[in-house]
């Protein structure tokens, strides 16, 4: 391969944030079609090597190219102009605008001065049309739930024809049949000759996606190696620095116990009947695709969205649909699928942004003991491994799978009975999921009740005593105990009608 | 540099500098940047505007940042909470009309007719909280159904006429001086403190902050954010009501038509301290620093003889020169 194939590079680039060193003597290229994948632990250094070719960042030494031009003092939009279409870990979408309106983001077409909507329409169609995505081009993007909006980021990124294409985790969001239509979509592209980096913690989707795949680690590069002939045994251990700790062998125990949450007959918007019994002392895995009402039923059990009709019991007890405050005043807690927009306070610190959930467990009459914030804090940080400089640094500047790691010791601090999590592993490396895996499993056997919603099938059967099947907001299957079996249940969740 | 490795104990060796929080450090930036033009300001004015180094001066400044120092504080937490009260100003005139209406006209016991006062003033600014909260009407329209009602409502009352008070020895303490300081510069520092403490070390103040941050993720945190709501618009409501009491003992009367754009002084001052109006961050350290700066600024071109209506546009201009800079250096050495 010459020279000029190269579409970037890093030469003995060096970044630091206070704290930390998020990318250390980093030497990096990428050269057309060819699709890179970037794979490492949750603070790493991946997005922060995505930011420094994107131009978002500025290497404090060492140098950066995007075919041939150095980067040194260009913004995100001259970058931009080099050819370089981003997709940020973190949604950037205009919730109130519509879909079509998202993708052309201050490139409206334009005729005579106005924005030519008629034309804006149609390259809409044609730009979700060649993802192989079909969405209403017309609807505003706060309607679409996450998946629907990582998909309308992918096609306009896309959509741009860049030369240098750039994922970060894109699919963190979306179940197997989306991950599919993106994987399509990439290669796609690829034979076109635009040089691709994808990052994802998901190795089986890397092996279908890309053709090489540098691993990084602590802000270093250890090896760019075909992904191809590589075993995930060996990446994983380039990535972790330590051969991975086998999965512990799963109890699978369905509880027997009286449900402690039920809901009869649901219905709203997204849900039409939905039955389900939360029982403690177990792992509730609910599984489904994109619109089965997967988050509107978690929202609705936590009392976020009143439904329609239906019925919602906690410990036996029928609960005032829509009551959130008192629901979690009762034990109940819920983190959400969009960690920016709903989990994280960006500028407090993770020690606060933690406490945040029971503040009067670290105060006396309203005055926030610091001691007792720090230790709560600590303990939990320790706890779930969060990667912070101190306690106090602010949550905002945590890499994405710290973050949620942070979200999720909330609730663990507030020692809620019952725990609902939407994709609480979404964007968390390998050795970070085990880690949240055993908190499940920790919570389950201590006898409180573990909702678990993931778009990752693998996942819920590897960890769930019972799973169930939702479509067009019903249950519609329900396993459990030795029932569970990978094939079985990716089957029934993707299975039409 | 040392990262810490996901197992390891918490990085305590890390230097306290270099793992500073973000938002502080640019805070930091600011209040250093506003204490330097405070210096700069002083030291002309000292040279330039005759008589502005006397004790008497000094002390006339102190009164006037009591004027805005007092509502401030409570300004700075709502202003945080990503929220806006413009109705200082005919809140002050309205608290101050209504303390010489009850006590004179209406006979109620004068002690009374300042509870009366401290308790309207705080239902108010509650009120204009839970159209906030409950409803979700932006608090620059529910407040602004407050300034323009209560000045109209405080000149009504009034025929457009000051209304005498009775003097007596509350009045008399609260117009004057304890210990040679000004009463009102005397409470001023009093509530900064208070707030100082509310701010930063409650579950309440955090909450604030919170809200401001991510009003979404404070309430799935389980944060009752209607109530935060509330509780900072009758805040700033209680407070106005004290400056009533202060403004109508420094007059002598209830007045009507006082303190007119008192509240953008106020918002100037916390914006001027690098408190964001997009809610989230900032501090009542700068606040103070801001306080500072617009009453020697306003000292200053009384002092200078600068025409009256001239002082409005170089107080305009620094204003958001001021605001500017703020802005330019968080930018430089800042956020993401
Ligand atoms: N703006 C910032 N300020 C301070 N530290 C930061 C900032 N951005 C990133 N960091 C730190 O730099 C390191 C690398 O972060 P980065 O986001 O690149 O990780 P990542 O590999 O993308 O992780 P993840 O898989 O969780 O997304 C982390 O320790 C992170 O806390
Ligand atoms: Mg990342």
């Keep these: 391969m010459s020279n000029t194939d190269v579409v ?139 998946a629907g909006q990582q998909l309308v980021e992918i096609a306009r990124a896309v959509g741009q024809r ?12 979306l179940a197997a049949a989306e991950v599919r239509q993106v994987i399509d979509a990439v290669r796609h592209v690829a034979e076109q000759g635009v040089a691709v980096i994808y990052v994802s913690h998901r190795m089986d989707e890397i092996r279908q996606v890309a053709d090489t795949a540098t691993v990084v680690r602590d802000g270093r590069i250890v090896e760019t190696l075909p992904v191809g002939t590589a075993s995930t045994q060996e990446i994983v251990t380039m990535m972790l620095g330590t051969a991975p700790d086998a999965l512990a062998p799963r109890a699978r125990r369905p509880s027997a116990e009286r449900p402690v949450l039920s809901a009869r007959g649901l219905v709203s918007e997204k ?34 969205d009143r ?7 906690l410990r036996g007890e029928a609960v005032r649909p829509g009551a959130f405050a008192a629901m979690l005043r009762r034990g109940l807690g819920i983190t959400p699928e969009n960690r920016r927009r709903q989990g994280i306070v960006p500028l407090l610190g993770v020690d606060e942004n933690i406490v945040i959930s029971d503040l009067r467990r670290v105060s006396r009459s309203g005055v926030l003991d610091r001691r007792a914030v720090r230790r709560a804090a600590q303990t ?99 396993l459990s105990g030795d029932e569970i079996e990978l094939n079985r249940v990716l089957a029934l969740a993707i299975a039409e009608e | 540099m040392s990262t810490t490795t996901p197992t390891g104990p918490p990085v305590a060796s890390t230097p306290a500098r270099a793992g500073g929080r973000l938002g502080r450090n640019t805070q930091r930036l600011n209040e250093i940047g506003l204490i330097g033009a405070i210096v700069v300001l002083f030291v002309v ?26 509502v401030a504080w409570a300004m700075t937490l709502v202003i945080v909470a990503g929220e806006i009260d413009i109705s200082i100003g005919p809140a002050v005139a309205f608290s101050s009309v209504l303390l010489a209406k009850a006590s004179g006209e209406w006979q109620v016991p004068f ?16 009120g204009a909280g839970f159209l906030r909260a409950r409803w979700g009407i932006p608090s620059f329209v529910a407040t602004l159904g407050l300034w323009s009602g209560l000045r109209g409502l405080a000149q009504y009352m009034t025929d457009g006429l000051p209304v005498p008070l009775e003097p007596n020895g509350f009045l008399d303490v609260l117009a004057g001086s304890i210990a040679g300081i000004p009463t009102p510069a005397i409470i001023m520092a009093v509530l900064f403190g208070v707030f100082l403490f509310v701010a930063n070390r409650t579950a309440y103040g955090r909450s604030v902050f919170a809200v401001g941050g991510n009003a979404e993720a404070a309430r799935l945190a389980g944060i009752s954010v209607a109530r935060i709501r509330v509780i900072l618009f009758a805040t700033t409501g209680l407070l106005a009501a004290v400056s009533g009491l202060l403004l109508a003992a420094r007059l002598g009367s209830g007045n009507g038509g006082a303190s007119v754009g008192l509240e953008f002084d106020v918002i100037a001052a916390v914006v001027i301290g690098g408190t964001s109006l997009a809610g989230g961050k900032g501090s009542l350290l700068g606040t103070l620093l801001g306080v500072a700066f617009i009453t020697f600024i306003g000292n200053g071109l009384v002092l ?33």
């Design chain 1, 380 to 478: 939990l940080i320790d706890r779930l491994a969060i990667k912070t400089a101190r306690p106090g640094t602010p949550i905002g500047t945590l890499s994405g799978g710290n973050q949620q790691k942070a979200v999720l010791a909330r609730w663990l601090h507030a020692g809620s009975d019952v725990l609902l999590l939407d994709e609480p592993t979404r964007g968390v490396d390998v050795e970070a999921k085990r880690q949240i895996y055993h908190q499940m499993r920790e919570l389950a056997d201590d006898g409180r009740a573990v909702v678990f919603v993931s778009s990752e099938v693998e996942e819920l059967a590897d960890i769930c005593d019972r799973i169930v099947v939702l479509r067009g907001g019903r249950a519609v299957a329900e």
């Design chain 2, 45 to 70: 004015l000292a040279a330039t505007a005759p008589g502005f180094l006397t004790v008497t001066n000094q002390l006339a400044i102190l009164r006037d940042a009591a004027t805005v120092g007092v």
């Design chain 2, 304 to 336: 200078l003889g600068v025409n009256a209506f001239f002082q409005d546009v170089v107080r305009g201009v620094i204003i958001v020169g001021a605001v500017l800079i703020n802005v330019l250096l968080s930018h430089r050495k800042g956020a993401p």
């Design chain 1, 307 to 313: 439904p329609d009709a239906g019925e919602i019991r």
């Design chain 1, 162 to 173: 860049p030369a240098l294409l750039i994922l970060d985790e894109p699919t963190s969001s």
């Design chain 1, 271 to 304: 849900l039409h009947g939905l039955d389900l019994d939360v029982r403690p002392g177990e792992i509730l895995g609910i599984a489904g695709v994109l619109g089965s009402g997967r988050t509107e039923a978690l929202r609705a059990l936590v009392g976020l």
């Design chain 1, 8 to 146: 970037a590079e890093v030469r003995a680039g060096t970044k630091r944030y206070p704290g930390v060193t998020a990318l250390s003597d980093v030497d990096f290229t990428v050269r057309r079609g060819e699709v890179r994948a970037l794979l490492g632990k949750n603070g790493a250094g991946k997005s922060t090597l995505i930011k420094v070719l994107s131009g978002a960042e500025h290497l404090d030494s060492g140098e950066a190219f995007v075919r041939g031009r150095p980067l040194a003092g260009l913004g995100t939009r001259d970058v931009a102009g080099l050819g370089v279409a981003t997709v940020y870990q973190e949604l950037s979408l205009v919730p109130d605008m519509t879909v079509a309106e998202n993708l052309f983001l201050g490139a409206w077409p334009r005729s005579r001065g106005a924005i030519d909507l008629r034309r804006m329409r149609a390259e809409a169609r044609e730009a979700m049309a060649r993802i192989g995505v079909h969405l209403d081009v017309d609807s505003p993007v706060d309607s679409l739930g996450s």
């Design chain 2, 111 to 126: 002690a009374l007719a300042v509870l009366l006062c401290l308790a309207v003033g705080l239902l108010l600014g509650a």
